[in-house]
């Protein structure tokens, strides 16, 4: 850049400082408890820092042998090597394997003035190694133990890898299948996902984070990111305060609570203030109202961002925000190392901020044990010993069988009986031993999962003949995480040999849906129709064997109302992981009863999104008299859904009983149960998630028709009966109300309690 473009940029970059808003000072800089020993330990080590290496310790460098975004500009090996061996990197991600983070620490550790190990940081999403289900599709198991368990594994797995700090678990809320990113999270709802939030957090960190089998949680992506307009990835946010507060945050809050050790921000605004600059996230709420001690980093180049925002004139302006705001450590935008010193010597950031971000940084150093052992997690030979264990695989085929729900079973086409002389194994995905690993897959091996005609052919009886067509290709050429994924539009040439599989069988079993790198991170679309071939080879095939088994493998809500319409079965099988053949198939002949229920709603058409279980209500919900037109709704399509959050169908049924409450009316005090009597009123034994809901009828602020408000998982046998009592407290009644606070605001509510969000038994209460 030329001095006089430099002069100008820098004055402009002052005026904006002299006009952006006041920021709030950072939290008062804890101090140091004296019986804890690592708060010392960090203010000893602090003092002994200058500037440079305080701001080495805000910097985050990816490896140079894979990336997990865009690459960033004056990214430069030897200038890396240089600033490792100053002290001048406080972390890298994207490094892997106990050998190479080892070489990389020694690097630091060998060459550095004051020798304070690098954190390394990876995507460790769902499984290292050994894949589980996508985040998504574990959710649909309902089994916060479940979670909390493959989470576990994934650190050992990680931490033995040389791993410290994952970034996970996402914790964004989303209601708009669209945004490639909602096979990350927990799904639409906010009850659930913070419940999981905290499930993946304690998985992660364990009770000690110091221990080597435990790695640091992130939660992510603070905030709102899963709201992104048309859920275009990475787009603007616009929403009120109350959506905020009562649909989006608590699930980072549950995360905070749970401990977890560091937040990453988001790239997108809200409302004009992108993430990355946003005091009132990082410094107001996490680190203030909630008491949040460890640190923020950035998301890949979302500090340099927010030049393109129009936010900061320049990466040193986006420097001086982003550190006014909060954000403690920068991923890959290089602008704390190269621009936040000339801040801090001019007196636009005082010191006492970077300190406040070195102080969180070490804390977790500290708390990690880096400083007792910098390689404690270079393990080779532990490495070596327990990844992919049959010990790991054992539960990734149990979390897949539980993340499986059921959409539909006409005439009890499932399970299949293990004496069937042909079954055919037919689709894209049939045989595709790759797509169930799913996107954030980690280091999980290319090609290694078990598809489902390898789980089919394993499962089926002695006697029964599998036939396999492929029917037509998903996808041409090359997939990977990086690339676009393009979709075959045209070649059919496999359709004869499909047609002539599934003329042979009793019953087909069809693999369709997507492709692993059709959702994910910058793996947007507009249309959630089966894409490609798909829909015209499954008509092709029901027309010639009515006995069609669909099993979708997706990594989002797909709308397959056409499909619904005809295929007499159909099986959610997300992307499941390592060993999803095994666990499809374990549904698929009744080794497994299916007890998955949907986390996120499955829209009729595309033009439907967002949709969601908990919407509000309108002035015009409902026509007044038949065939009127002047209320809320499409005139194409009904208002529900074509499956409701909470939806999952078993081998057997359920009956409820209507709803007993203790009582017509619950002070804060005096708190009311509810209790209904589940009985398994058909022939096999099956685990059925009884859903409690709640509305409150009148607020300050309006309140959505339902909200889920706990859940009981109960096993019963065929005839078997249960009362399940839910007790709902005071507590579980607060939002965000007008008042910009969380109270329960007094009067009458509805309660609900069912199988899924639609199909509930109802009664009333008061609070008084
Ligand atoms: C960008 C993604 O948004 C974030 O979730 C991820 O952790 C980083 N890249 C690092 O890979």
Redesign the pocket.
């Known amino acids: 850049m030329k001095p006089t473009h430099l002069f100008i940029t820098t004055v402009i970059a002052m005026i904006i400082a002299a006009c952006s808003p006041k920021v709030s000072p950072p939290a008062a800089p804890d101090v140091p408890a004296k019986e804890d020993p690592i708060e010392a330990k960090v203010e000893a080590l602090l003092r002994k820092m200058t500037l440079e290496e305080k701001i080495g310790q805000m910097n985050q460098y990816s490896g140079f042998w894979e990336a997990?975004?865009p690459a960033p500009k004056g990214g430069n090996q030897e200038r890396q090597y240089d600033q490792l061996r100053n002290g001048l990197v406080g972390s890298m991600?994207n490094v892997n394997g106990a050998a190479a983070t080892r070489e990389v620490q020694k690097i630091v550790m060998e060459n550095s003035r004051l020798k304070i190990p690098l954190l390394i940081g990876y995507?460790v999403i769902h499984g290292y190694k050994t894949m589980f289900p996508i985040p998504l599709g574990e959710t649909a198991s309902w089994d916060l133990n479940l979670m909390e368990q493959t989470a576990r594994i994934a650190a050992t797995e990680a931490a033995a890898g040389g791993v410290h700090w994952t970034?996970a678990p996402m914790v964004d809320i989303s209601r708009d299948a669209r945004w490639g990113r909602i096979m990350e999270g927990a799904g639409e709802d906010t009850y659930l996902g913070s419940l999981v939030a905290a499930a993946r957090v304690k998985g992660f960190q364990g009770s000690d984070l110091s221990a080597n089998n435990t790695v640091a949680a992130c939660a992510?992506?603070f905030a709102a990111y899963g709201f992104a307009e048309s859920g275009r990835d990475y787009n603007t946010v616009d929403i009120s305060e109350h959506t905020l507060h009562n649909i989006i945050l608590p699930p980072f809050k549950a995360a905070a609570d749970a401990g977890a050790a560091t937040f990453?921000n988001s790239?997108n605004e809200i409302g004009g203030l992108p993430s990355s600059g946003s005091a009132l996230l990082q410094r107001d709420i996490l680190k203030k109202d909630w008491n949040f001690d460890g640190f923020v980093v950035s998301?890949?180049g979302s500090i340099g961002e927010m030049v393109g925002h129009g936010f900061a004139a320049d990466t040193s302006d986006a420097a001086r925000i982003a550190a006014l705001a909060g954000s403690d450590m920068d991923m890959e935008s290089r602008a704390y190392i190269v621009h936040l010193a000339n801040w801090v010597k001019n007196k636009t950031v005082p010191e006492a901020y970077v300190d406040d971000a070195v102080r969180r940084i070490l804390r977790i150093k500290f708390r990690l044990g880096l400083f007792d052992d910098p390689y404690r997690y270079c393990d080779e030979e532990r490495e070596k010993r327990i990844t992919l264990s049959p010990a790991f695989m054992d539960v990734a085929r149990d979390a897949g069988r539980k993340s499986i729900v059921l959409l539909k079973n006409e005439g009890n086409l499932l399970p299949l009986k293990t004496e069937a002389k042909r079954i055919a194994v037919i689709g894209p995905l049939a045989a595709d031993k790759d797509a169930p690993l799913g996107n954030w897959r980690a280091q999980g091996m290319a090609n290694s999962a078990v598809s489902l005609l390898e789980g089919v052919q394993a499962a089926a009886g002695p006697n029964t003949e599998i036939l396999y067509a492929q029917g037509a290709a998903l996808s041409v050429g090359l997939r990977t995480f990086l690339l676009p994924t393009t979709i075959n539009t045209s070649d059919k040439s496999g359709f004869a040999e499909a047609l002539a599989a599934a003329r042979k069988a009793e019953v087909v079993v069809l693999a369709i849906g997507e492709d692993c790198w059709q959702s994910g991170?910058g793996r947007s679309v507009a249309n959630l129709e089966l894409s490609g071939l798909q829909m015209e080879l499954f008509n092709e095939i029901y027309r010639i064997n009515k006995n069609v088994v669909v099993v979708l493998m997706n990594g989002r809500p797909l709308a397959i109302q056409e499909l619904a319409g005809k295929a007499p079965a159909i099986v959610e099988a997300w992307h499941l992981g390592s060993q999803a053949g095994h666990a499809i198939a374990d549904v698929l002949f009744g080794k497994y009863n299916p007890s998955g229920k949907l986390p996120v709603s499955f829209p009729r058409v595309t033009g439907q999104v967002p949709i969601y279980y908990n919407y509000k209500s309108t002035g015009r919900s409902y026509p007044s008299k038949p065939n009127e037109v002047t209320w809320s709704h499409h005139n194409d399509v009904p208002n529900s859904p074509l499956f409701p959050f909470g939806f999952g169908l078993s081998y057997t049924t359920f009956s409820y009983s209507d709803i007993a409450l203790s009582a017509k009316e619950m002070t804060a005090a005096a708190p009311l149960q509810v209790s209904v009597t589940v009985t398994n009123s058909g022939k096999a034994a099956g685990t059925e998630t009884v859903q409690l809901y709640v509305q409150d009828l009148v607020g300050s602020v309006t309140r959505p028709v339902k909200e889920l408000k706990g859940f009981q998982k109960i096993t019963l046998a065929p005839g078997e009966s249960k009362k399940v009592t839910f007790t709902i407290t005071a507590k579980d009644l607060e939002f965000y109300t007008a008042a910009r606070k969380w109270e329960a605001e007094r009067g009458a509510f509805k309660v609900f309690v069912g199988t899924n969000s639609a199909e509930v038994k109802e009664a009333g209460f008061v609070l008084k």
Do not use: A, I, N, Y
Request: charged share 35%; hydrophobic share 40%.
């Open positions: 997990t975004g991600l995507d970034f992510k992506h990453m790239f998301d890949w991170e």
